[in-house]
Each structure stands twice: as structure tokens, then as C-alpha cells.
């Protein structure tokens, strides 16, 4: 293979002749020398081995990612670990391999691919051109590509893949995840490449280094994510396909030769903005609505078609955030480009609604599945929503609008809500009263995604689905969060209430009145010792004695235990969890005899330990503070009782 990366070739000699006293890594990084063509990633190994930089090394070239909850993840860098040219060709050769051994008619499905804006100038990537990348591998194996000429949110994917019966999608995206701020600009999604020789450790003292993994999220032909078997199968066939086929693989250019690549972004913007339209039940009252929106993307995708969604709804545009409009792969303007975290990186969006008298925030992070959303309180500030606030909001507003055109009790039946065990279980409140259905799933939009597929076979219908990480569905159009449409459809419901003299505030206060208060805590603790991880859950499942979960917590008893990674359920007659087992990662859940809900989970890419509480009130149980006392004292008990930070050496999350 000829050396494209500009550097002497006696001196790329000598690197690979240098040993660093390891077998496997010096073989590693033989495949390495001998795949990789692009020279900035090139350089950068070549760099370590003349340095002798043997951990560094085998941290970057002795272990591989695995499916998440949000996609492959890894931070982008040189390494078999990492996002780089290298790893999205061996993993799209992988995917290629598997499709053609699911698919017959394959050659003729094709595969949509995607991207958002970020880049890495230190690697020579960007998510275009890894975009391009993915699409020539596909390519040369004579694959039709729908390959979209812009950027676009990550929701337009799986629309694209359902609506172009293509038989599976790929969105190269970091989506909310920062920039680095220690010389790595980490950008789109984890790959899995190399000879399995690492240790899950040496995977979790990485993220420590060097922060936030990015996602590159693979969807399978009903448009939602890949979930089991799919996802071991493609990364079973991404190991049996680590070195590349040809230079073909690298000809970026073939996306503008080959006949077998198509731009579906005409096409799909104007399917996606007409279907988003069966959204809308109050065109005229938005047309004439005084209510005034500001919304930021962020730096990224979203600004162009958060303006569209606007006028499908009869709105004017929304006021844009002029220094986040625009794509900024450095996020020039906030420290984070995660809307959750609030009012912190919501100060230019809040200071310009002050200026214009916005009433309503709207703020989709840069590739626009998500949707943070704040209103100006009387007196009092800003409110900014939490994602299980949000949801309750919205989730009463599909099932009013539904309900209008569906009168009948009965017609209830046929309709479902859905949301991940993990967020707030208001939704389950309102079927109790309404009559229809909820289920959750387990994290990650993957599972929600699927489920509404398995549903509509059924012939029911799913009208709303939500993850507590402000990623909403509203309908069952795309099968991912979509914060495009969950902003044209919060500013409709918006302009609804304040034409009945109502906020967005007053309204939640009602559906808590109506359905029972739903007070929340969402948070998380460090831990870079994985067998300090693995003892805490093991004290936990034998609390008191062996295979014995604790039995009360802060001194209320715990009624039920689920604990999904050993399948075990004490609420259910046969003690088996309704939930599918998850033995990748610890997550149990704990129901307390005060109405508490409380859910320790580790995270699979980062080395944290998360906790969600919830006090579910019955209807009518107004006292707020005397229910967030209750749920702050649960919390604080749940943590200290359960995790033992300062022995354990866990590091408290800084709010």
C-alpha cells in the first residue's frame, strides 16, 4: 500500500521496526502503519511509538467500542478505539458484510447516510467527509447510496431510511457532546476496529482523559436504532473485516462520480414537513397568536428547519440566537452545546428574549433530536424545564388533541404512551385516569424506537414517547426524539394556553393537580475504578446476606426491587422483570412504600454511577415542598447509604 501521509519513508521504516516489548500491540500497531492512509491519524501513532508512548499506545490501539445506548461511541483520535477514517471504513465494511448476508434484495435497498457539522482538524475529520467515507466503501461494492448533500438534524435519517425502504441508515454525528478542552476536538461516533487484546478498564480510564464519547448511531430498516442481535452481529462482522478492501474505500470523491448516489435532502425535507403538518390542530390561532419564540441550535443543525417547522405551523420564524445560528464546530459562544444543562448555556438565548419580550426559549442541541424549553415566570425569572416536565406537558397536550377528534372513551385503547424506565412516571399517571396504555423501556431511544414498530403491527397507535434527557416523540412519524418537531409542536401548545390565559407553568401545576404531583432528581457520581463499580452493585444485591436487596432506604421500606441485569423483579409473580435482561451494564430499581421511585444505573460509556428519584403523589397532594423534602432526604439516603462515596472514593457530580 503506497504512503499518503507525506512523511520520509526510511523514518516511517524505523517507527515500524521499533518495538515497544508487546506482541500484540506491536502487531496492533503494524495494522495500523500498514491501513491507515490518512496522514494526520498516521502521524499521530507514528508519533507515539518514536516517543515510546507504550500506554498511550495500547489505550488507543488494544480494545474496540460496542453498541450503546446511543450508537458506536468512542472520542475521535488515531486508534482502533477511535472515530477516524480508518475505523468508519473497517466498520462500514462490517455493516456491509451483515446486510447482505439479512438482506437479498440489499443491492437494490441501498443505505442513507448522514452527517451534522463538527470536525477535527488535528485528524483531518470532519463528519462530512466520514460521511463520504462510509458511502464510498458502499459504493464499491456497487450499494445504492442515499447520501444527503448538507448537513441535516439526526430525526431526517431514520425518517429517510422508513420513507426510501433503504435497509438501514447511518448518522455520523456527536450530537450534544462538547468540544475538547484538552487538545482533542472529540466529534462523531465510536467505531469498533481492532483485535479485542484491552481491558474494559483501559476503555474507562479513556473516557476519564478525555471526557465525552460521540455517537455514530446506526438504524436498521423499520427506522429505528439497531438493538439485539443486530448490533453484535454487525460488530462480529466489523472484526472479520478490519482491513480495507481497496483504494476505492478512501476515494471520497466516488460520491461524485457514481451513478449509485443519490441526494434524498429535497425529497425528504418536503416529506418531513408535510407529515409534520398532521402535527398541527391550530394553524389559524398560531397565524394570530402574539406569543413571540427565540429559539438557538446551538451551533448547529437546527436553525434552517426549526424556521420551516415554523411556518408549516402558521408561525412566524422564531427569533434565532444570531451567535448560535450558524454551524460552529468550536462553540464559540457556550462552554457546552447541551441544552440540558440549562440556564448556564441558555444565557444568550434568555438575554435575547429579554430584549425582544420573547416569552418562550426554545433551544435544540447541534444535531436537533433534542429540545430544552424555558418560559419567562411572572415575577420570578426564567423557568427552565426539566425533560420529565416537558414531558408531562406534552404529553397531556398529544393526548388532548387527540382526544378531540377520538371523543369516545373506548377509543382510548388503541392508543399507547411510551418512555424509558429511567424518566418520570407521570405518563403512567395519566393512563390510569385516561384509559389508555404506557409501557417503558429500558434507556435509550433505541428500545422506544423499536417498540412503536413492534406496536403498529398490532394496528395500535403510539401518540408520544419521551427519554428524561429532553429527547421527545410526538407521534410516531420518525422513530427517534426529534426536537424539530417537539419545537413547532411546544410553540402550538404554547400559543394554545396563552390564548386561554394560561403559561406553560400554570398548565403543568393543573396536569399535577389533575394527575398527582411528579418531583424529581436526576444526577451522578464518578467512579474510575471499575471493580470499585462491580463491589458497590455486588453489596447492593447481597445487602443483607447473600442475594438479599436492602430493605429499606433513609429508613422508609423499599416494597419492590427490579433489577434488570440479573432479570430479577419482586413486584411480579414469577419475580422475572417484564424488561428485557441487560447484563452490559448494573441498573436497579427501587420502589419505596412513600410513592419514591429510585433507580441506580451505571453509565456504559463513561465512568459514572447515575441516580433518578421521583416522588409519584397522588392526585391532590399539593404540598410541593413537603414532597421535595421527602424526595431530597430519599436521595441523599439512596447515595450515601447505597454507594458510600467517601469510602468508595466517588467523585460527587459539581451542580
Not at 481492532?194 to 471526557?211: D, H, N, V
Not at 444505573?601 to 423534602?629: D, H, M, N, W
Request: aromatic residues 10%.
Amino acid at each position: 500500500m503506497e504512503d499518503n501521509n507525506g512523511l520520509d519513508g526510511d523514518l516511517n521504516a524505523n517507527v515500524r521496526c521499533q518495538r515497544t516489548g508487546d506482541p500484540k500491540l506491536d502487531k496492533a500497531v503494524q495494522h495500523w502503519l500498514a491501513w491507515d492512509r490518512n496522514q494526520w491519524t498516521r502521524a499521530q501513532v507514528e508519533s507515539l511509538v518514536g516517543a515510546g508512548r507504550v500506554d498511550d499506545l495500547s489505550r488507543r490501539l488494544c480494545s474496540r467500542m460496542s453498541f450503546g445506548t446511543a450508537g458506536l461511541r468512542a472520542p475521535m483520535g488515531a486508534g482502533f478505539n477511535r472515530i477516524n477514517d480508518l475505523t468508519v471504513i473497517q466498520s462500514t465494511q462490517g455493516l456491509y458484510s451483515y446486510l447482505c448476508r439479512y438482506f437479498a434484495d440489499f443491492s437494490s435497498r441501498g443505505v442513507v447516510v448522514g452527517f451534522d457539522t463538527r470536525g477535527q482538524e488535528e485528524s483531518g475529520c470532519s463528519s462530512h467527509r466520514l460521511a463520504k467515507l462510509t458511502a464510498a466503501v458502499l459504493l464499491s461494492r456497487d450499494v445504492p447510496v442515499h447520501l444527503f448533500s448538507s448537513f441535516v438534524p439526526t430525526p431526517y435519517v431514520p425518517y429517510a431510511v422508513k420513507k426510501l425502504r433503504a435497509a438501514a441508515g447511518v448518522m455520523i454525528t456527536a450530537s450534544h457532546n462538547p468540544k475538547e478542552d484538552n487538545g482533542y476536538k472529540v466529534s462523531k461516533g465510536a467505531l469498533a476496529a481492532a483485535p479485542q487484546m484491552g481491558s474494559k478498564s483501559e476503555g474507562a480510564r479513556l473516557q476519564t482523559e478525555l471526557g465525552a464519547c460521540l455517537p455514530l448511531q446506526v438504524y436498521w430498516c423499520n427506522g429505528a436504532q439497531i438493538a439485539s442481535p443486530h448490533d453484535k452481529e454487525i460488530l462480529r462482522c466489523i472484526e472479520e473485516q478490519l482491513e480495507p478492501w481497496s483504494a476505492s474505500c478512501w476515494d471520497v470523491g466516488l460520491v461524485d462520480r457514481c451513478s449509485l448516489r443519490t441526494d434524498p435532502l429535497t425529497q425528504i425535507n418536503s416529506c418531513y414537513m408535510d407529515e409534520l403538518a398532521s402535527l398541527c390542530f391550530h394553524r389559524d390561532l398560531n397565524s394570530s397568536s402574539p406569543l413571540k419564540f427565540v429559539h438557538s441550535s446551538f451551533h448547529g443543525v437546527g436553525h434552517a428547519f426549526v424556521q420551516q417547522a415554523f411556518r408549516v405551523f402558521g408561525f412566524p420564524p422564531p427569533i434565532a440566537v444570531p451567535e448560535q445560528k450558524d454551524p460552529d464546530p468550536n462553540f464559540s459562544s457556550v462552554r457546552c452545546p447541551n441544552p440540558e444543562e440549562g440556564e448556564s448555556v441558555l444565557e444568550l438565548s434568555l438575554l435575547l428574549a429579554e430584549r425582544e419580550n420573547a416569552r418562550v426559549v426554545l433551544a435544540t442541541d447541534p444535531d436537533a433530536d433534542r429540545l430544552a424549553v424555558a418560559e419567562k415566570s411572572d415575577g420570578c425569572g426564567w423557568k427552565v424545564f426539566t425533560g420529565n416536565e416537558m414531558a408531562a406537558l406534552l404529553g397531556w397536550w398529544m393526548f388532548f388533541t387527540w382526544k378531540e377528534n377520538h371523543p369516545e372513551p373506548a377509543d382510548a385503547q388503541s392508543i399507547y404512551m411510551l418512555a424509558t424506565t429511567v424518566s418520570s412516571k407521570i405518563l403512567q399517571a395519566f393512563a390510569r385516569i385516561e384509559g389508555f396504555h404506557f409501557e417503558e423501556t429500558l434507556p435509550g431511544f433505541k428500545w422506544i424506537g423499536n417498540r412503536i414498530h413492534e406496536l403498529s403491527k398490532t394496528g395500535s397507535r403510539v401518540i408520544f414517547s419521551f427519554e428524561e434527557s429532553i429527547g421527545f416523540l410526538c407521534g410516531d412519524t420518525v422513530l427517534d426524539k426529534d426536537g424539530v418537531s417537539s419545537a413547532a409542536v411546544v410553540a402550538e401548545m404554547a400559543a394554545y394556553l396563552h390564548n386561554k390565559n394560561l403559561s406553560l407553568i400554570q398548565q403543568l401545576h393543573n396536569i399535577y393537580q389533575t394527575y398527582g404531583y411528579h418531583v424529581s432528581k436526576t444526577s451522578y457520581v464518578v467512579c474510575n475504578d471499575p471493580p470499585t463499580i462491580q463491589r458497590i452493585f455486588s453489596r447492593i444485591r447481597n445487602f443483607d446476606g447473600s442475594g438479599s436487596y436492602p430493605k429499606t432506604c433513609g429508613g422508609v421500606q423499599i416494597v419492590h426491587v427490579r433489577d434488570v441485569t440479573t432479570g430479577y423483579d419482586s413486584s411480579q409473580p414469577d419475580l422475572r422483570s417484564v424488561l428485557p435482561v441487560s447484563r452490559s451494564s448494573h441498573m436497579i430499581t427501587f420502589t419505596l412504600k412513600n410513592g419514591v421511585v429510585a433507580t441506580l444505573r451505571t453509565s456504559g460509556t463513561e465512568p459514572k454511577i447515575k441516580y433518578y428519584t421521583e416522588f409519584c403523589a397522588a392526585p391532590g397532594q399539593s404540598e410541593v415542598s413537603t414532597l421535595e423534602e421527602e424526595l431530597r432526604k430519599v436521595t441523599t439516603a439512596l447515595v450515601d447509604e447505597f454507594l458510600e462515596p467517601e469510602k468508595n472514593s466517588l467523585i460527587r457530580r459539581l451542580v
